[in-house]
């Protein structure tokens, strides 16, 4: 059975974001599991101590722990933000720096060719613009490439002060046409 893994960063819970998200969730097979690393305070930020570069893990034994595992047991993973200033909450920023020991694999020789699909979900309120969502896409990208994930794609909703999901019917195309993308073959890649 699929496992897909839905990491989501907002602090609204009923949100555009989370609208986003459970409409996705709603076509996928298989398990899905939510994650909220909104304001997340029992984690402790990356200390940059390196010790991930000649360990398989993090030197901080803390609830990131848990993380490390629900990723490591997902078949897809899926982030979803709301975009404050052009990039992503500083709450989910603080989480994904502690991703540091995905990378670092590459360092230690270990690291996975992508075995696995992905996808960035990204709402922001003000009116849709070219580089809206530029500095965030390009982070979770960089994300799911270390995470051994390949883009499966992003769906964005500017203008979410407006519109909503409900009114957008252009997203829900896009949405629809991922989770497409989603539940295809993992040979398909």
Known sequence: MMKTLIITGTPRKKGHTIAMAEYLAGQLDGEVEWLSVDNRKDITPCRDCRYCFTHPKCAIDDPMNEIYAKLDAADRIIFAAPVYFYNIPGSMKAVLDRLQVYWAAIIRGGRKEPYRKGAILLVGGAPESERQFLG??????????????????????????????????????????????????????
Do not use: H, W
């Open 136 to 189: 965030a896409s390009t982070t979770f990208q960089y994300m799911l490439d270390d995470l051994g994930a390949v883009c499966e794609g992003i769906v964005t909703m500017g203008g979410s002060d407006k519109k909503g999901l409900a009114e957008r019917p252009d997203v829900r195309k896009k949405l629809d046409e991922l989770a497409e993308r989603l539940c295809q073959n993992g040979s398909d890649n």
